[in-house]
């Protein structure tokens, strides 16, 4: 059983993960203010994150490079699930207004609070949504979360004229997010090291954009300009591969209903970052939003310490 400081100690690593997602937001804006397309940069964060994890691991820690043969579909789940969302969130942010987007896209939590008591309910006994089925507070906690994302996003701002093939989009961003949380739980019950995870599923994602957007169709020639190639490399690092670490590393320890509400602070941390770093305004919608999504993570943080359903999953190091 996790002890409530390492509880605590996970919580606090998927929100910086979150805060780190959010600041490559504003990251990722220089390059596409350059011509970068947005699908372009997602493919390239995941190639960035995968090439430097292996050079690490290869020099560091070689035995970490084998997977185990029991998480070998996780690790295939894992990649896909961190490839589709990253697709399906930017066709949705093409498709309709950003804040709605990210909204639709953070009712993840709710979606595996869902499905966590649907599972209870049943007397199944599952490792990766485990029993337990979630307490008052958590559903409180995703509530406020998610109404809190909406109002820093100004979702409702955005509500006319809506594109369908957008809210389908969205609506795989949120689905695939929370297949991200499962997955990653799932690869540690297996006896993965979250390294291993990472190194694996960025491998899967890779091969994916390879046949979703051939990478001969990059444009290589953009690198040239200083501003792209450190955008890429920041969002690579700093976005991809320090917060899926800290984020998967968790994922040992938490479950994927408390993780993903922990993981809505995203939204306010890019608000705060664009107002920081672009001069863009902040409302007192956004301020309020923001307000809800700091107390209803503190919910969240609050539900996990009272035990609920953690339990730290022993790997081999």
């Known amino acids: 059983m996790a002890t409530p400081r390492r509880r605590l100690v996970a919580f606090a690593a998927v929100v910086v993960a979150g805060a780190c997602w959010g600041f490559s937001a504003v990251i990722a804006t220089k390059a596409f203010d350059r011509g970068v397309p947005p699908i372009r940069m997602a493919e390239a964060r995941v190639l960035v994150a995968l090439v430097v994890l292996t050079a690490i691991l290869a020099w560091r820690a070689p035995s970490l490079l084998r997977p185990p043969r029991a998480a070998v579909p996780a690790f295939v789940g894992f990649g896909l699930s961190i490839a589709a969302v990253n697709a399906s969130y930017y066709v949705a942010i093409d498709r309709l207004p950003v804040g ?97 995870t990472l190194l694996w599923g960025f491998i899967v994602a890779t091969l994916a954009w390879t046949v979703v957007a051939p990478w001969w169709g990059w444009p290589v020639s953009l690198l040239s300009d200083p501003a792209v190639l450190g955008a890429v490399i920041a969002v690579g690092l700093l976005a991809t591969l320090l917060p899926f670490f800290l984020a998967v590393w968790a994922m040992r320890i938490l479950p994927p209903t408390t993780a993903g509400v922990a993981a809505t602070v995203e939204p306010p941390f890019a608000t705060f970052f664009a107002w920081l770093l672009l001069g863009q305004s902040l409302s007192g919608w956004q301020v309020l939003g923001a307000g809800l999504v700091i107390v209803g993570v503190a919910l969240a943080q609050r539900a996990s310490s009272l035990g609920g359903s953690t339990l730290a999953v022993e790997t081999a190091a």
């Open 100 to 196: 709605v987007a990210i909204s639709i896209q953070y009712t993840a939590p709710t979606i595996l609070l869902a499905l966590s008591a649907a599972v209870a309910a049943a007397g199944v006994r599952s490792a990766v949504l485990p029993a337990p089925p979630p307490g008052p507070v958590l559903w409180v906690a995703s509530a406020v979360t998610l109404l809190g994302a909406a109002l820093v996003s100004e979702a409702f701002a955005g509500l006319g004229g809506l594109s369908a093939s957008g809210l389908a989009a969205a609506v795989v961003a949120a689905i695939t997010f929370g297949t991200y949380l499962v997955t990653a739980r799932w690869a540690a019950e297996r006896g993965a090291h979250p390294a291993t």
